[in-house]
């Protein structure tokens, strides 16, 4: 299948469910999933992973209730990061062709679970803020179980509690969805579950005053 039948695909699985989930394999590429996945064992080993908050600024708090996974924000640095980041800026410009969303820029960081770790219920954007508009989560792991919990539970639009789908973390899948419209939760993985988390955002970075003048 071509990028353009994909990404066909992804928009209309974004407007008509708002939210849709496929193996992006052929697209990536084995190769470079395996980079991503080399990439974050290592962070993880190294403990260069830190405990993620809920909220933003000085209101950003971390609450062990809600979340309990470790997060390191990508920079693009490494080639595989590079690549990765082509591909989130293809997804990117090929939704705001399809859809008309206005996506300016994303940013991603990689997250673990490890055993015991959940993501109580949420949304990824407070309404009315236009700041997170779609959510895509990558998965980084081999022969992930039904068993090993840590899955991805999507809710249906616009409903707090009716089940839309389960995502299993396996290596090569993704997740897609509208971030203010569709509540999910990480279910305890019953082992380390790894994966990379991406915002698509309508905002651009304010510049600094200085730069104005
Ligand atoms: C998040 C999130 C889902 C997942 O990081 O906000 O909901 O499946 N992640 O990892
Ligand atoms: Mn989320």
């Given at each position: 299948m ?25 697209w ?7 980079a991503?996945?080399?990439?974050i ?5 190294s ?40 591909f ?19 940013e ?36 992930w ?8 539970r ?6 707090e ?5 389960l995502v ?19 279910l ?6 790894y ?19």
């Amino acid at each position: 299948m071509d990028k353009a039948k994909w990404l066909d695909e992804f928009a209309q699985g974004l407007y008509e469910n708002g939210w849709i989930s496929f193996d992006i394999t052929p697209w990536l590429g084995p190769e470079l999933l395996r980079a991503l996945q080399q990439e974050i064992i290592v962070l993880d080993q190294s403990d260069a992973l830190k405990i993620a908050g809920i909220g933003r600024g000085s209101a950003l708090i971390q609450d062990r209730s809600v979340r309990r996974d470790k997060i390191a924000w990508l920079q693009g640095s490494t080639p595989s990061q590079a690549a990765l980041f082509d591909f989130l800026d293809n997804l990117r410009t090929g939704l705001n062709q399809r859809l008309f969303l206005g996506l300016k820029r994303f940013e991603a960081h990689y997250a673990t679970y490890h055993c015991g770790d959940f993501y109580k219920p949420h949304v990824d954007s407070f309404q009315g803020r236009a700041s997170r508009i779609v959510s895509l989560v990558l998965y980084l792991n081999d022969d992930w179980q039904p068993t090993d919990g840590g899955a991805l539970r999507i809710y249906s639009r616009g409903s707090e509690s009716d089940a839309g789908g389960l995502v299993l973390p396996e290596a090569g899948r993704v997740a897609l969805f509208m971030s203010e419209e569709i509540r999910h939760e990480v279910l305890e993985a019953h082992r380390t579950r790894y994966s990379l988390a991406c915002w698509f955002r309508q905002d651009v970075i304010p510049l600094p005053l200085s730069a104005l003048v």
